[in-house]
Nanobody, 126 residues
Framework: QVHLVESGGGLAQTGGSLRLSCEAS????????VGWFRQAPGKEREGVSC????????YYADSVKGRFTISRDNDKNTVYLQMNSLNPEDAAVYYC???????????????????WGQGTQVTVSS
Protein backbone atom coordinates (compact mmCIF):
# COMPACT_ATOMS: atom_id res chain seq x y z
CA GLN A 1 0.00 0.00 0.00
CA VAL A 2 1.29 3.40 -0.98
CA HIS A 3 1.50 6.19 1.55
CA LEU A 4 2.79 9.72 1.15
CA VAL A 5 3.28 11.63 4.37
CA GLU A 6 3.94 15.35 4.41
CA SER A 7 5.53 17.04 7.38
CA GLY A 8 7.27 20.27 8.26
CA GLY A 9 4.34 22.61 8.10
CA GLY A 10 3.60 25.09 10.83
CA LEU A 11 3.62 28.77 11.60
CA ALA A 12 6.18 31.09 10.08
CA GLN A 13 6.53 34.84 10.09
CA THR A 14 6.52 36.85 6.91
CA GLY A 15 10.00 36.55 5.46
CA GLY A 16 10.62 33.31 7.30
CA SER A 17 11.31 29.80 6.07
CA LEU A 18 9.94 26.30 6.37
CA ARG A 19 11.02 23.02 4.86
CA LEU A 20 8.37 20.52 3.94
CA SER A 21 9.06 16.83 3.56
CA CYS A 22 7.19 14.21 1.60
CA GLU A 23 8.15 10.71 2.61
CA ALA A 24 6.86 7.71 0.71
CA SER A 25 6.29 4.16 1.81
CA UNK A 26 5.26 1.26 -0.36
CA UNK A 27 6.42 3.17 -3.43
CA UNK A 28 9.77 4.28 -4.73
CA UNK A 29 9.95 7.97 -5.54
CA UNK A 30 13.29 7.43 -7.30
CA UNK A 31 11.66 6.61 -10.61
CA UNK A 32 8.70 8.94 -10.53
CA UNK A 33 8.00 12.62 -10.79
CA VAL A 34 6.81 14.25 -7.59
CA GLY A 35 4.78 17.40 -7.34
CA TRP A 36 3.89 19.81 -4.56
CA PHE A 37 0.50 21.47 -4.57
CA ARG A 38 -1.30 23.81 -2.21
CA GLN A 39 -4.84 24.84 -1.46
CA ALA A 40 -5.89 27.86 0.52
CA PRO A 41 -9.39 28.25 1.96
CA GLY A 42 -11.86 29.24 -0.72
CA LYS A 43 -9.32 28.80 -3.49
CA GLU A 44 -8.63 26.10 -6.02
CA ARG A 45 -5.70 23.81 -5.60
CA GLU A 46 -2.62 25.06 -7.43
CA GLY A 47 0.63 23.53 -8.47
CA VAL A 48 3.68 24.77 -6.61
CA SER A 49 6.58 22.71 -7.91
CA CYS A 50 7.57 19.45 -9.53
CA UNK A 51 10.74 17.41 -9.76
CA UNK A 52 11.46 14.91 -12.49
CA UNK A 53 12.76 11.44 -11.68
CA UNK A 54 15.42 11.00 -14.32
CA UNK A 55 17.55 14.11 -14.34
CA UNK A 56 16.09 16.00 -11.42
CA UNK A 57 14.69 18.78 -13.58
CA UNK A 58 12.56 21.14 -11.55
CA TYR A 59 9.54 23.27 -12.29
CA TYR A 60 7.98 26.07 -10.29
CA ALA A 61 4.89 28.18 -10.29
CA ASP A 62 5.69 31.78 -11.09
CA SER A 63 4.49 32.83 -7.66
CA VAL A 64 7.22 30.85 -5.90
CA LYS A 65 10.14 31.04 -8.32
CA GLY A 66 13.27 32.22 -6.62
CA ARG A 67 11.84 31.54 -3.17
CA PHE A 68 11.04 27.82 -3.11
CA THR A 69 13.35 24.94 -3.94
CA ILE A 70 12.31 21.35 -4.54
CA SER A 71 14.78 18.52 -4.06
CA ARG A 72 14.85 14.80 -3.51
CA ASP A 73 16.82 12.36 -1.38
CA ASN A 74 16.43 8.97 -2.99
CA ASP A 75 18.15 7.19 -0.12
CA LYS A 76 15.42 8.46 2.19
CA ASN A 77 12.66 8.11 -0.41
CA THR A 78 11.78 11.70 0.38
CA VAL A 79 11.14 14.89 -1.56
CA TYR A 80 11.57 18.28 0.07
CA LEU A 81 10.22 21.74 -0.51
CA GLN A 82 12.37 24.48 0.97
CA MET A 83 10.28 27.61 1.28
CA ASN A 84 12.02 30.93 1.90
CA SER A 85 10.80 34.50 2.04
CA LEU A 86 7.33 33.34 2.97
CA ASN A 87 4.43 35.75 2.75
CA PRO A 88 0.79 35.47 3.84
CA GLU A 89 -0.22 34.47 0.30
CA ASP A 90 1.75 31.24 0.76
CA ALA A 91 -0.51 30.10 3.60
CA ALA A 92 -2.31 26.93 2.57
CA VAL A 93 -2.44 23.20 3.02
CA TYR A 94 0.45 21.73 1.07
CA TYR A 95 0.20 18.34 -0.56
CA CYS A 96 2.70 16.15 -2.33
CA UNK A 97 1.68 13.85 -5.13
CA UNK A 98 3.23 11.28 -7.39
CA UNK A 99 2.19 8.84 -10.05
CA UNK A 100 3.17 6.57 -12.87
CA UNK A 101 5.28 9.12 -14.69
CA UNK A 102 8.97 9.91 -14.63
CA UNK A 103 8.78 13.38 -16.07
CA UNK A 104 6.97 16.46 -14.87
CA UNK A 105 6.49 18.01 -18.28
CA UNK A 106 5.40 21.52 -19.04
CA UNK A 107 1.84 20.76 -17.89
CA UNK A 108 2.89 19.15 -14.62
CA UNK A 109 0.37 21.21 -12.66
CA UNK A 110 -2.53 19.94 -14.79
CA UNK A 111 -1.85 16.24 -14.99
CA UNK A 112 -3.44 13.59 -12.83
CA UNK A 113 -1.41 12.08 -10.04
CA UNK A 114 -2.14 8.65 -8.66
CA UNK A 115 -1.10 9.13 -5.07
CA TRP A 116 -1.54 12.05 -2.71
CA GLY A 117 -0.54 12.77 0.84
CA GLN A 118 -2.87 14.03 3.52
CA GLY A 119 -1.40 17.52 3.51
CA THR A 120 0.43 19.74 5.95
CA GLN A 121 -0.75 23.16 7.04
CA VAL A 122 1.42 26.21 6.45
CA THR A 123 0.44 29.42 8.19
CA VAL A 124 2.26 32.71 7.66
CA SER A 125 1.79 35.59 10.04
CA SER A 126 2.07 39.14 8.80
Amino acid sequence: QVHLVESGGGLAQTGGSLRLSCEASGYSLDYHAVGWFRQAPGKEREGVSCITASDGSTYYADSVKGRFTISRDNDKNTVYLQMNSLNPEDAAVYYCATGFVRYCGSNWYLRSYNYWGQGTQVTVSS
